[in-house]
């Protein structure tokens, strides 16, 4: 049965606002997403107010489940700051309540601390890492995928969260396709494909819709899939960023509580470029760089193995040397990485006793060992 915005819209109006009326004529809401069953939209209100709203997004969210048909909600609370106006108030602990954090009530005080400090862990999860690059379509969503299946193969407990707003791949890359359910405590159940808790945006929205978001929303959403979702224990949870080093990704480094980052570069110079530049990001907000992985960093045949350096191949490596960051290895472009990932079946999981498998476990080794004293079976 397919859910209407009207059906929505009706079901908020039986919701009161701080603002003395009814949601729906509180001018706070964004456009409603309502396809499959799935809702999503978001309350955007002044990050002084945020705290008055967080009781109006919970309701709003029960109204919208009551709806017969539908199967996942997904309201956002965002909260921007006007220029000028008052600080806002230090978010309160979480008390492992869903909901939305405002975007901006945990930002960190600027230039200082250690990220652990103010960021408030996940249950369950010794370690959240990133996977990011500087621009998009260097692998790194593949690479991601294969890294956490790499960490996998050491004995590791593994999740994935698709943060790649802009673009979740990870549907794509996994096959996967369903909608996640949610248990009783009305957290999201993360699908599970090779061994690994998987959670993406994708799964919730229409890819067009998680585009058209604004840096706000795209951090609520983030934070919603990290807070909100059954991840049970795991010893790492992967990251995959979106790509590039603006607003949103800065604001998604800083309020996530990383334990470290791995850069995906190919070896182009204009990429490397970029990969400066996130470096330069997550130095900004004190998470370590665990090291930069090169990929399509040469052309393997795949009829005779040659190997063609016809990037000019190295340049990671020597930047990675000069900027003092760990180089963890470099990935070929091959015909069967491609094919894999795109069939959904990614290289590390279908070809295990295969070339581009191995390479993927040794940067997991490396990946693991600088997690030492993080995750206890390092
Ligand atoms: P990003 O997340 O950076 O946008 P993706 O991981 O989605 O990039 O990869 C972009 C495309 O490149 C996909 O079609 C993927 O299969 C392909 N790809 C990624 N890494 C490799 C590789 N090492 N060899 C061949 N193809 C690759």
């Known amino acids: 049965m397919s859910v209407t915005q009207q059906q929505v819209l009706d079901s908020l109006a039986r919701v009161q606002s701080p603002r003395g009326v009814a949601l729906p004529h509180a001018n706070v809401l964004s456009a409603i997403s309502a396809s499959d069953g799935k809702v999503f939209f978001s309350i955007n209100v002044d990050a002084a107010e945020a705290r008055a709203w967080e009781s109006v997004r919970a309701e709003a969210e029960a109204a ?10 997904m309201v956002a609370l965002t909260a921007e700051r006007k220029p000028g106006s008052a600080p806002p108030p230090p978010p309160q602990p979480s008390r492992g309540a869903p909901g939305v954090q405002p975007a901006h009530a945990h930002k960190p005080p600027q230039g200082g601390g250690s990220p652990m400090a103010r960021q408030s862990e996940i249950p369950g999860v010794a370690a959240v890492i990133a996977v990011a690059s500087g621009k998009g379509g260097v692998g790194k969503s593949t690479t991601a995928l294969n890294l956490a299946l790499g960490l996998r193969d050491l004995g590791l407990k593994v999740g994935l969260l698709d943060a790649d707003i802009y673009g979740p791949s990870v549907p794509r890359l996994t096959g996967l396709r369903d909608k996640p359910e949610l248990n009783d405590e009305r957290k999201m159940i993360p699908l599970r494909r090779f061994g690994l808790a998987i959670m993406s945006i994708g799964f919730l929205v229409e890819e067009e819709t998680a585009m058209i978001w604004r840096g706000p929303m795209v951090m609520s959403a983030v934070t919603q899939m990290l807070r909100d979702v059954e991840w049970g224990k795991l010893d ?4 995959d960023m979106p790509p590039g080093t603006g607003d949103a990704q800065l604001t998604l480094a800083q309020n996530v509580p990383l334990k470290g980052a791995v850069i995906v570069s190919t070896p182009q110079d204009l990429s490397l470029i970029d990969a400066r530049r996130g470096l330069a990001m997550f130095k ?9 992985v090169e990929n399509m960093s040469y052309f393997q045949c795949p009829h005779c193995g040659t190997r063609s350096d016809i990037f000019g191949h190295g340049g990671a490596r020597h930047e990675a040397e000069k900027l003092g960051v760990p180089f963890l290895g470099e990935i070929p472009l091959h015909m069967a990485i491609r094919a894999t990932s795109d069939a959904g079946n990614p290289v590390v999981d279908s070809e295990p006793e295969g070339p581009h498998a191995a390479i993927y476990r040794a940067i997991a080794g490396q990946v693991r060992d600088q997690l030492k004293g993080v995750i206890a079976t390092a």
Not at 64 to 73: A, E, K, L
Not at 236 to 239: A, N
Not at 284 to 292: D, E, Q, R, S
Request: net charge positive; glycine share 8%.
């Open 236 to 239: 790492v949870l992967v990251v």
């Open 284 to 292: 900004k907000v004190n998470v370590p760089v665990l090291g930069i």
């Open 64 to 73: 919208v489940r009551s709806i017969p048909g539908v199967t996942t909600v």
